[in-house]
């Protein structure tokens, strides 16, 4: 089984910061990596699929990219809706990360 | 609009069984791959099972394999569930999610999703 760790698990950080969150494979998964948000009580939205693509109506602050096992979600300037809890998903055999937390400090 | 509407949920003893169904509108259906994710009260998300368009494939996280079985009517617009043998560890939130291909096998994502549904095992 490929498992999948994002770091941190949780991090705080401010209207305006620059965050980036962290996802490794145990082995090789090309970019079969998608990154998830989700909010407390809704369902997952998906942000990016293959490790760097902007799904259809996400904000442009938010980019992917990696390849291989290493792999980073970025939000360029914190808005007041982006705390919420990330996931990534690998594909090549299907299993999501534990997730990371992002709360407003 | 696009919508997955999941029921069926509810409260169960360890060891029963459960059907869950998710209703689809709002898109071809009988084109899309289908899948359900599960989420334990304040964990993270679970894979549970994909199936192909036809009913032909199916795959299963290995924690419900040989429990748990996904079906579709494309006739009626709807995914299920069917759970049995069901244990506390499969208390969550059930969620069914389209799945959105972009080339290969194994380029996916679940692209929309369900509001979710309540599953609780327990005596």
């Known amino acids: 089984d490929i498992q999948m760790t994002q770091s941190p698990s949780s991090l705080s950080a401010s209207v305006g910061d620059r965050v980036t969150i962290t996802c490794r494979a145990s082995?090789?998964?090309?970019?079969?990596l998608n990154w998830y948000q989700q909010k407390p009580g809704k369902a997952p939205k998906l942000l990016i699929y293959?490790?760097?693509t902007l799904q259809s109506g996400v904000p442009s602050r938010f980019s992917g990219s990696g390849s291989g096992t290493d792999f980073t979600l970025t939000i360029s300037s914190l808005q007041p809706e982006d705390f919420a809890t990330y996931y990534c998903?690998?594909?090549?055999?299907?299993?999501f990360g534990q997730g990371t937390k992002l709360e407003i400090k | 609009e696009v919508q997955l509407v999941e029921s069926g949920g509810g409260l169960v003893q360890p060891g029963g069984s459960l059907r869950l169904s998710c209703a689809v509108s709002?898109?071809?259906?009988?084109?899309?791959?289908m899948g359900w994710v599960r989420q334990a009260p304040g964990k993270g998300l679970e894979w549970v099972a994909n199936?192909?368009?036809?009913?032909?494939?199916?795959y299963y996280g290995d924690s419900v394999k040989g429990r748990f079985t996904i079906s579709r009517d494309n006739a009626k617009n709807s995914l299920y569930l069917q759970m049995n043998s069901l244990r506390a560890e499969d208390t969550a939130e059930y969620y069914c999610?389209?799945?959105?291909?972009?080339?290969?096998?194994?380029?996916?994502?679940?692209?929309?999703w369900g509001q979710g549904t309540t599953v609780t095992v327990s005596s």
């Open positions: 999610a389209r799945i959105r291909q972009y080339g290969g096998s194994r380029f996916w994502a679940f692209d929309i």
């Open positions: 082995q090789s998964i090309s970019n079969y």
């Open positions: 293959t490790a760097s």
């Open positions: 998903q690998q594909t090549y055999s299907c299993s």
């Open positions: 199936i192909k368009q036809d009913g032909s494939e199916k």
């Open positions: 709002g898109f071809t259906f009988s084109t899309y791959w």
